[in-house]
Nanobody
């Protein structure tokens, strides 16, 4: 089992920045990929960015050049640095972690971009 705890969401003006953090605990050595999804009201949950245990990253096209995903040296915390935020980035952001057996999800953190 893997437990995920997110932090760092909030209210920000367009053009501003936020950093999300996700701390994993439990069987973290089994994790092969971590990342962030988001879900806006009335929309499907979508992948924002992911990072593998080997450090390979993947981004949704709409966030490339604005968002950066990274992890700490022990690979138990993943970060999402979000710059140049837009209205359309408003959503609940969910951390996830995957291994060969299952996917695990955090409780979600709200990001609201508003003037």
């Amino acid at each position: 089992q893997v437990q995920l705890v997110e932090s760092g969401g909030g209210l920000v003006q367009p053009g501003g920045s936020l950093r999300l953090s996700c701390a994993a605990s439990g069987n973290i050595f089994s994790i092969s990929v971590m990342g962030w999804y988001r879900q806006a009201p009335g929309k499907r949950r979508e992948l924002v960015a992911s990072i593998t245990s080997g450090g390979m990253t993947n981004y949704q096209d709409s966030v490339k050049g604005r968002f950066t995903i990274s992890s700490n040296n022990t690979k138990n915390t993943v970060y999402l640095q979000m710059n140049s935020l837009k209205f359309e980035d408003t959503a609940v952001y969910y951390c996830y972690a995957g291994n060969s057996a299952a996917d695990y999800w955090g409780q979600g953190t709200q990001v609201t971009v508003s003037s």
